[in-house]
């Protein structure tokens, strides 16, 4: 044990006291004798007479060792206390004394309770100075070390004792400020980062009081984000901190600036009692959404965890060094390591029976070998095992989920805008150079400060302009307008809504675009591109969060209800350090908030996006992972676009050779699209019609005075959206008449933004403009991807190696063992299964990624369509899928059956599954269907399989106006047949009515993700900002559901190999940057399968999408099972899946 800092002295015999009497007493405030003139052996009679009787002929070998408590009331008499003092007075010789608080507040230290043994320790109110007085007077053996508390009550000396010990702590800077001169002190504020004492602090960091018992600790956030600061308090009810939009610094008062640490959203709380013994809980970080997750009596949810070998020797290290053997501190586990940010000194776990035993026994023993041979008392020290070694059971003969894997693309956005224009003038160069442009030609400018510097010089022009019309300014006068009013937009930057992009060119641009004058000077020159809209709108971070929260069913014990929520098998196992969760994003900013949103359902968080983006989210914007740059297209893909552009520009139907040319794939949803067009220049004159008779009807409405006022959707104007028009009138004819097929993705994005959240205004003919853009668009978009199989492939690969390289470590490192942070199984107390332990990893990005990677898996020979019947028929589907649109999921669950033998082929079992996202505007009756989500099922096989689980039960009108193959027109069948079928997976019941809003037709989120069952109705209406619907989102279809582990690495790696060597680089960083020890492991679900045939087959149309009642994870779908497990008698069998 720790050396107490002060040793026993001479000690004074008690007599021993009856058994049947109370030994756990209040000491009194009897007149004592001075202790100087007292003599080993006299007894002293420090206890209430009527209280205690004291025999007076006692041997020596039988008195009593009395432990002093003395401390608040508040802390002695709590229940954590209480619970531990009872135990300790079970020790045959340890009696217990609590100090009365008016004796410790008003009486002089000599009139203090005698003990043997003194457990002191302050708190707010405490008079720390007397009790140093009564242990220097006394002398008795000190628990914790009482002249180490004053240290403790300052952060600055507690972090340089740490970093004395050689124990990691964030990195760190201390702001001592003058209280009668806070001006003078070495700080320097910038927008993004703090300078203190000339150290650099960049957000996020994070602002704490020098003074411990100050708990207003603030964590400021980069603008990037979203700027603002969480600012955290002593838990009020159930909140413990709250988020501000301030982005500024304390301007008083003394602080230490650290780093912030990215933990995934959880802090670890470690209990030490002695150097050999530490508890450690994990909680839900207070910085996260500032509420404090409670059970069903109101206190704080927090799950035991095991802590690692380095992690004991920090609790040991911290035990020692501030010589407190009843310690506390917190841990934060970040970038695979262990920081030490905070030492609260004494303090007890609350609610864990098995802490108090063991604290009780740890005390007691330390108490009896100190004391025990000096008072001659015959005790023997009880020798006990520690950590026993817990092997957890594995599932029968289920199988366990181990890891899912995540692509998304990111939610509803408004639409994507930007302008090109050429710039000359000396002041943009020297900003090129300024920001490094030079290196590499090209240069991204996002952050506030660099546009404001492009909008300074913007205005500087223009005002130049004004003032003498000559020819030296070149840049053209209509475009900086432009620039001035986009960056102008909101009155403030945020990096999310706006970029500029600069690329160098040695001799100026080469041709002329429809936009730029035929007058081109020689010599070099900036291409500017300023990128703005894009923005994920309320209906995206709605459609993201719901569908983090549907999300959760895919985990074990998804429908239970924890703290409240449905779902909580995934909650629980997050909590609970057994879920590995890494969230990635590429660098956009609707990227990164959708993530943020998905993260916030998924984990049933509360409030603002920021705090949860800088906490949950990595950027991933390295080695292409997620992010491409769509400005420099491949080789590939250049001829393809031209290949494109020449057959669209044909004026004549298309021909059967045109759809060999276009469509060689086959694809129904292409060849569909090619019949609605039949002529390409017809139709574009058709949409080019269309568009100006859009923008004169909002010029109209603009003249109206009745619509001065018209809000749009998003705080958009009519200005605006006229501005959004125009621009696309003008740039999709050229001026030599022909169309830009590259802006018909623009215009689609434009319609459907409008038809969906701008309806109300009123505007003839989008739905006739909507039906032949998409047409266009199913055409332009995919096949940009490349027209025939090679291209698609190469295409791909150029795209989302990196992210399938990734994708190949994420499924090997969860085969293979590793040193994860797990839960302690001694403690899980009401956890079923602590060994269970998923990984989980979600990458969100864009569109580009979503339809490349989808690609490789159709086309790179994963599977081969003849020889697979499940297959084939998954390929169909996917093929008469029109569009990935916002939201669209490719998931990859990989599955263990511990029964097998580890080297054989079936111990781990994959399955794929895809969702194509957002349900489309007006497409309901027209949509493929696919087989439902892990089937699992052979019977009712006289049913079509194709009536599966794609239709939408909410009675929105249909579009008539496509014509379908016959190979997909299904009919929809009545919603109450299938809602019978349902189970109770209402995951959406706890929101709808929140979300509801007047003048609304009823049409409900994840219509077909949460299939309800019939006594619960649909909420009312989704509306959002007053007018605007909030689309579901097709549910996960299953593509295949009996790969075997091996085949999906081979075809991983042969798709990667065959990518070229240009992309071994790119692995090794990926190794390091993403190695699993890099960052903070955090919590992981497994899921039991049933293990049965290998006959793969379809789940029956009436069967429900999560399986009814049971964790739909809890089921295999690797075949038939037996015809008797109906739903209801599964959810009785799966109760331990929690």
Same mark, same amino acid.
């Given at each position: 044990?720790?050396?107490?800092?002060?040793?026993?002295?001479?000690?004074?015999?008690?007599?021993?006291?009856?058994?049947?009497?109370?030994?756990?007493?209040?000491?009194?405030?009897?007149?004592?004798?001075?202790?100087?003139?007292?003599?080993?052996?006299?007894?002293?009679?420090?206890?209430?007479?009527?209280?205690?009787?004291?025999?007076?002929?006692?041997?020596?070998?039988?008195?009593?060792?009395?432990?002093?408590?003395?401390?608040?009331?508040?802390?002695?008499?709590?229940?954590?206390?209480?619970?531990?003092?009872?135990?300790?007075?079970?020790?045959?010789?340890?009696?217990?004394?609590?100090?009365?608080?008016?004796?410790?507040?008003?009486?002089?230290?000599?009139?203090?309770?005698?003990?043997?043994?003194?457990?002191?320790?302050?708190?707010?109110?405490?008079?720390?100075?007397?009790?140093?007085?009564?242990?220097?007077?006394?002398?008795?053996?000190?628990?914790?070390?009482?002249?180490?508390?004053?240290f403790i009550q300052d952060r600055r000396e507690v972090y340089r004792i740490l970093q004395e010990e050689g124990i990691d702590l964030p990195r760190y800077g201390v702001l001592n400020r003058d209280p009668d001169n806070p001006e003078e002190c070495n700080l320097v504020e910038g927008e993004d980062h703090v300078e203190v004492n000339g150290e650099v602090f960049p957000k996020p960091f994070v602002e704490k009081p020098v003074c411990a018992e100050d708990h207003n600790v603030y964590i400021y956030y980069p603008t990037s984000a979203g700027g603002g600061s969480q600012r955290l308090f002593r838990k009020i009810g159930s909140r413990s901190s709250v988020y501000s939009p301030e982005s500024n610094v304390r301007k008083t008062g003394s602080y230490i600036y650290e780093e912030f640490m990215p933990t995934d959203g959880t802090d670890v709380k470690v209990y030490t009692?002695?150097?050999?013994?530490?508890?450690?809980?994990?909680?839900?970080?207070?910085?996260?959404?500032?509420?404090?997750?409670?059970?069903?009596?109101?206190?704080?949810?927090?799950?035991?965890?095991?802590l690692t070998a380095m992690e004991k020797l920090v609790a040991r290290k911290v035990c020692l060094a501030f010589k407190q053997t009843v310690c506390g501190f917190d841990l934060?586990?970040?970038?695979?390591?262990?920081?030490?940010?905070?030492?609260?000194?004494?303090?007890?776990?609350?609610?864990?029976?098995?802490?108090?035993?063991?604290?009780?026994?740890?005390?007691?023993?330390?108490?009896?070998?100190?004391?025990?041979?000096?008072?001659?008392?015959?005790?023997?020290?009880?020798?006990?095992?520690?950590?026993?070694?817990?092997?957890?059971?594995?599932?029968?003969?289920?199988?366990?989920?181990?890891?899912?894997?995540?692509?998304i693309r990111h939610g509803d956005r408004t639409p994507k805008q930007k302008m090109k224009m050429e710039v000359r003038h000396p002041l943009f160069f020297e900003l090129f150079k300024k920001y490094g442009g030079y290196k590499t030609g090209k240069l991204k400018l996002k952050k506030p400060k660099q546009l404001q510097e492009v909008l300074d010089i913007a205005r500087l022009l223009l005002v130049e302009l004004g003032q003498h019309n000559d020819c030296e300014i070149e840049e053209k006068k209509s475009k900086l307008e432009q620039l001035k009013t986009v960056l102008e937009m909101y009155g403030h930057f945020s990096g999310i809504n706006r970029k500029v992009q600069l690329t160098y060119l040695r001799n100026g641009q080469p041709k002329a675009s429809s936009e730029e004058e035929d007058c081109k000077k020689d010599g070099p020159s900036l291409l500017l591109v300023l990128k703005w809209g894009g923005e994920l709108t309320p209906a995206g971070r709605v459609q993201a969060e719901e569908l983090g929260r549907a999300f959760r069913c895919m985990y074990p014990g998804g429908q239970g209800d924890f703290a409240g929520f449905p779902g909580c098998g995934l909650l629980r196992l997050h909590s609970t350090y057994r879920h590995d969760l890494k969230i990635y994003a590429s660098d956009e900013g609707r990227v990164q908030m959708t993530a943020a949103a998905f993260a916030k359902g998924l984990l049933a968080l509360e409030g603002e996006l920021t705090p949860i983006l800088v906490q949950m989210v990595k950027s991933a914007n390295m080695n292409g992972l997620l992010d491409s740059d769509s400005d420099s297209l491949t080789d590939c893909q250049q001829k393809v676009?031209?290949?494109?552009?020449?057959?669209?520009?044909?004026?004549?139907?298309?021909?059967?050779?045109?759809?060999?040319?276009?469509?060689?794939?086959?694809?129904?949803?292409?060849?569909?699209?090619?019949?609605?067009?039949?002529?390409?220049?017809?139709?574009?004159?058709?949409?080019?019609?269309l568009i100006q008779s859009l923008t004169s009807q909002i010029r109209k409405r603009l003249e109206d005075p009745k619509s001065a006022d018209l809000q749009l959707y998003h705080s958009e104007t009519l200005e605006l959206m006229l501005q959004r028009w125009s621009k696309l009138e003008r740039d999709f004819r050229m001026k030599n008449g022909r169309y830009d097929i590259s802006k018909i993705p623009d215009i689609y994005d434009c319609i459907k933004y409008d038809s969906q959240h701008n309806a109300s205004v009123g505007l003839e003919d989008t739905l006739e403009l909507f039906r032949l853009s998409r047409a266009l668009a199913?055409?332009?978009?995919?096949?940009?991807?490349?027209?025939?199989?090679?291209?698609?492939?190469?295409?791909a690969q150029a795209y989302c190696v990196p992210l399938m390289k990734k994708i190949y470590l994420d499924l090997q490192r969860t085969h293979e063992e590793e040193a994860v942070n797990k839960l302690h199984?001694?403690?899980?107390?009401?956890?079923?299964?602590?060994? !269970?332990?998923?990984?989980? %990893?979600?990458?969100? @990005?864009?569109?580009?990624? /979503?339809? +490349?990677?989808? $690609?490789?898996?159709?086309?790179?020979?994963?599977?081969?369509?003849?020889?697979?019947?499940?297959?084939?028929?998954?390929?169909?589907?996917l093929s008469a899928v029109t569009e990935l649109n916002y939201m669209t999921q490719i998931v990859i669950m990989l599955y263990e059956d511990n029964n097998k033998d580890p080297s054989s082929e079936e111990r781990f079992h994959v399955e794929l599954h895809f969702s194509p996202g957002v349900k489309g505007c007006e497409d309901e009756e027209n949509v493929p269907l696919g087989f439902g989500f892990r089937p699992a099922s052979s019977e009712n096989e006289d049913k079509k399989p194709n009536q599966g689980s794609l239709e939408d039960l909410s009675q929105d009108q249909t579009d008539d106006a496509l014509p379908v193959t016959e190979l997909i027109?299904?009919?929809? !069948?009545?919603?109450?047949? %299938?809602?019978?079928? @349902?189970?109770?997976?209402? /995951?959406? +019941?706890?929101? $709808?009515?929140?979300?509801?809003?007047?003048?609304?037709?009823?049409?409900?989120?994840?219509?077909?993700?949460?299939?309800?069952?019939?006594?619960?109705?649909?909420?009312?209406?989704?509306?959002?900002?007053?007018?605007s619907m909030v689309p579901s989102i097709y549910p996960l279809e299953t593509l295949h559901n009996s790969l075997s582990l091996k085949q999906v690495e081979e075809f991983l790696s042969k798709v990667c190999e065959s990518s070229g060597e240009a992309q071994a680089k790119t692995m090794k960083a990926l190794s390091g940057l993403f190695d699993s020890q890099s960052q903070t492991s955090l919590y992981s679900p497994q899921q039991p399968l049933s293990s049965s045939g290998s006959e793969a087959s379809f789940r029956p149309p009436g069967q429900p999408l999560w399986h009814g009642r049971i964790p739909s994870s809890a089921v295999s779908s690797a075949g038939p099972s037996s015809p008797t497990t109906d739903g209801s008698n599964l959810g009785l069998n799966f109760s331990f899946s929690e």
């Open positions: 044990m720790s050396e107490p800092c002060n040793g026993p002295g001479p000690v004074q015999e008690r007599g021993r006291i009856r058994r049947d009497v109370p030994r756990f007493v209040i000491g009194c405030e009897e007149d004592e004798q001075d202790m100087g003139q007292m003599e080993a052996g006299m007894k002293n009679e420090m206890l209430h007479q009527d209280d205690m009787e004291v025999y007076e002929n006692e041997s020596p070998s039988e008195r009593q060792i009395v432990v002093g408590i003395c401390a608040m009331v508040k802390k002695s008499k709590s229940k954590p206390m209480t619970e531990i003092l009872e135990r300790l007075c079970k020790f045959d010789y340890i009696d217990v004394v609590i100090f009365p608080e008016e004796v410790i507040l008003e009486e002089p230290v000599e009139k203090w309770p005698l003990c043997d043994c003194l457990i002191s320790f302050h708190s707010k109110g405490f008079p720390l100075d007397k009790a140093v007085e009564y242990a220097k007077l006394r002398n008795p053996m000190l628990i914790n070390d009482l002249n180490m508390q004053y009692v002695g150097p050999d013994y530490a508890h450690a809980e994990a909680r839900k970080s207070p910085a996260l959404d500032g509420k404090v997750e409670r059970d069903s009596e109101g206190k704080e949810i927090r799950f035991p965890v095991m934060l586990r970040a970038n695979g390591h262990s920081y030490v940010c905070d030492v609260n000194g004494f303090s007890f776990v609350k609610n864990s029976m098995k802490y108090y035993d063991d604290c009780a026994k740890v005390l007691g023993n330390m108490v009896m070998r100190e004391l025990a041979p000096q008072l001659h008392i015959p005790w023997s020290i009880p020798m006990e095992a520690e950590d026993i070694p817990i092997v957890p059971t594995t599932s029968g003969t289920m199988m366990e989920l181990r890891c899912v894997i995540a692509i676009k031209a290949r494109l552009h020449e057959i669209m520009q044909k004026d004549q139907e298309f021909i059967q050779d045109d759809f060999q040319k276009l469509a060689p794939t086959c694809s129904p949803s292409l060849v569909n699209s090619m019949k609605v067009i039949e002529n390409p220049v017809k139709t574009c004159d058709k949409v080019y019609a199913d055409i332009v978009i995919p096949q940009e991807y490349g027209i025939n199989k090679a291209e698609k492939l190469d295409i199984p001694l403690y899980s107390r009401g956890v079923m299964s602590p060994g !269970r332990h998923v990984r989980t %990893r979600l990458y969100f @990005t864009s569109e580009s990624h /979503v339809h +490349s990677l989808l $690609s490789m898996f159709r086309y790179g020979g994963l599977l081969d369509e003849v020889k697979d019947q499940q297959w084939k028929q998954a390929m169909d589907y027109n299904l009919q929809r !069948r009545s919603p109450m047949i %299938r809602n019978r079928k @349902t189970g109770s997976m209402e /995951v959406l +019941s706890e929101t $709808s009515p929140n979300h509801s809003s007047k003048g609304c037709t009823s049409h409900r989120l994840f219509q077909s993700c949460s299939r309800q069952s019939p006594e619960i109705k649909p909420a009312g209406g989704l509306g959002f900002e007053g007018c």
